[in-house]
């Protein structure tokens, strides 16, 4: 039981982070109607911006995030500003297609940077080490679990109550009506991407402080996107309650069904797409997607 | 307050749909523009709320000026933000999110909560049946209470010009005179003027001070109201009533078939 519960608790600070990047994707499809290939590669981005300031420059973790949050904001604005405003009255395809060519910039731009090879900066996150009987939380895995935790909540109550985040959940409905309220849609548009670029950077700073940085670790926006399509691809909800389900998933398939594998190994990656694909055939709109609502 | 001078409109650089249209709306008067299907009603309103540019259609002669300056190559937020407020053919509610959420939506540019918060009842007051419904998802709603919640989304923006596409369409006849005597009671009580499209002529005439009839996107026809209730064409063609102002018998459609005189 306790063995359970261990992989429960740790598979739940993973979910927290799949969660934080799926938000990423939601929000992107949420305003263009397109899937943002390179939510991972700003997870990546993040990585290294954390080494950056953890490791190169010394920094304290809070001006670190503060640094690289400030750094995702430009970045976000400069990506619409640059390559989607342009795009705006085009075809979904071309988003998607633009978004292609940004990860395939992101990821020579990150090479260009800090070069190829793999950067660990375990330990320079701060551990704090939580026990609930017999059960730990992992100790690096703490902060990531509250940054995520409070990052999910700045951006429920966003959407929630304020007039961004309403105009934000409007301009998803319909573009044409929101311009004819006064609403600029390029500044909604921006908002969004900026969001996007600071979810992905702080995940990537957690993931970094746990298992270091390296260009391929954008393919964690693959396993975000299995959790977007299991929440269904337009509830933030249902990509928090996704991602922490398939954090918990993956950690009982290692624990459990591993060991039972002759390789001894490998089912972690593939059990939670298993999954997801048996939840999709039953229910297209994932768990918690918008049903399009029709008059009869 | 509005004055549209010879628009010409093309979408996509070679679809011409408006070929000089002019006309003009005074403060506070209701203004009804009519004509059949594809007579370029529609594109006419989103010319003058820039909403023509958001899909491919562009005004490519004359000019619309509105208090004064000239709007026609300003962008649809900049346009609603002046003070012009369409209401878009087919209701168009904001699905997922609640009626009071659709509201506030068009506030959005509004700095006074205070007098938000007082337009809402206002808007409430008009609609009473909206008011019923406030916390609910706003694509459920039927069709009247979703025409009503557009109408008084419309009013949020605290406009000074409402564009109104079409408000009857699909409505029941009770349901049609009911908005239509809302929309009379926004005109007079809070000084909206009102640029109304429609096909449903009878009701609009019956509210409006002036009327143009467009056809083939030229207007055709245009004077006071009361004097297009009596011209014996519009009689014919757009209320479906006979000279001698009986109900028209479908059993003398064949024999006789009326020309109308503005294409002579």
Known sequence: ?296 | MLQVNNIEVTYMNIIQVLRGVSLEVGDGKIVALLGANGAGKTSTLKAISGLLKTEEGEVTGGSINFDGKRIDRFSAADIAAMGISQVMEGRRVLGHLSVEENLLVFAHNRKDRKEVKNDMEMVFEYFPKVKALRRQMSGYLSGGEQQMLVIGRALMASPKLMLLDEPSLGLAPLLVQEIYEIIQRINAEQKKAILLVEQNAVAALGIADYGYVMENGRVVLSGPAGMLRDNEDIREFYMGLSAVGSQKSYREVKHYRRRKRWLA
């Open chain 1, 1 to 296: 039981m306790t063995f359970f519960l261990q992989l429960i608790v740790s598979g739940f600070s993973l979910g927290m982070v799949y969660a934080l990047i799926a938000i990423g994707f939601v929000i992107i499809l949420k305003c263009s109607k397109a899937f943002n290939i390179a939510q991972g590669h700003f997870v990546m981005i993040g990585g290294y911006l954390g080494f950056t300031f953890l490791v190169t420059f010394h920094l304290p973790v809070w001006a670190s995030l503060l640094a690289a949050i400030a750094v995702a904001i430009v970045m976000g604005l400069l990506i619409e500003r640059l390559t989607l405003r342009p795009l705006i009255g085009q075809p979904v395809l071309a988003v998607i297609m633009m978004t292609i060519a940004l990860a395939t910039v992101f990821e020579g731009l990150a090479t260009l940077i800090w070069g190829g090879e793999y950067k660990a900066y375990h330990g320079v996150l701060p551990t704090i080490t939580l026990r609930i009987g017999e059960i730990s939380v992992p100790p690096e895995m703490l902060i990531g679990i509250m940054v995520s935790v409070v990052t999910v909540a700045i951006l429920m109550l966003l959407f929630r109550y304020t007039k961004s985040g309403l105009a934000m959940r409007a301009t998803a409905e319909d573009e044409q009506v929101v311009q004819s309220a006064g609403i600029r849609v390029t500044t909604v548009y921006a908002l969004s991407w900026v969001i996007a670029c600071v979810v992905g950077v702080i995940s990537g700073i957690i993931l970094g402080g746990v298992s270091g940085v390296m260009v391929g670790m954008s393919q964690v926006g693959l396993k975000a996107f299995a959790v977007v399509l299991l929440g269904g691809v337009n509830s933030i909800g249902g990509a928090i309650i996704a991602g922490i389900t398939l954090g918990m998933l993956e950690n009982i398939a290692a624990g459990y069904l591993d060991p039972l594998l002759p390789a001894g190994g490998g089912l972690a990656n593939i059990f939670p797409f298993i999954v997801i694909i048996i939840v999709l055939v039953f229910r297209p709109h994932g768990l918690f997607g918008l049903v399009e609502i029709e008059r009869i």
